[in-house]
Nanobody
Framework: QVQLVESGGGLVQPGGSLRLSCAAS????????LGWYRQAPGKQRELVAR???????NYADSVKGRFTISRDDTKKTMYLQMHILKPEDTAVYYC???????????WGQGTQVTVSS
């Protein structure tokens, strides 16, 4: 059974930091392209950051320079380090794993990030 489990969300003040984790099981983690997405109330889900199986990364313009995506294939875990958080970063954050062909794709259940004073 495939599982992606996010953790690390919570309430943080503007300017603060959080690190999200996504632990995977049931998949050959190293071959998957991974991503963090987020969905704010009333908005569509959007890509935050992506890291490919060989390590190439890309980021949404809104988070460049503040967020860093990484992966540890030995632990089957992906991370999102978030700094200088803003109220507009408030959303449910989801992790995603997809094989390069697109034939298999999985989502986590999401973790809430709230940035508020």
């Amino acid at each position: 059974q495939v599982q992606l489990v996010e953790s690390g969300g919570g309430l943080v003040q503007p300017g603060g930091s959080l690190r999200l984790s996504c632990a995977a099981s049931g998949i050959v983690f190293s071959i998957y392209n991974l991503g963090w997405y987020r969905q704010a109330p009333g908005k569509q889900r959007e890509l935050v950051a992506r890291i490919r199986s060989l390590g190439a990364t890309n980021y949404a313009d809104s988070v460049k320079g503040r967020f860093t995506i990484s992966r540890d294939d030995t632990k089957k875990t992906m991370y999102l380090q978030m700094h200088i958080l803003k109220p507009e970063d408030t959303a449910v954050y989801y992790c995603n794993a997809i094989v390069p062909s697109g034939a298999r794709e999985y989502w986590g259940q999401g973790t809430q990030v709230t940035v508020s004073s």
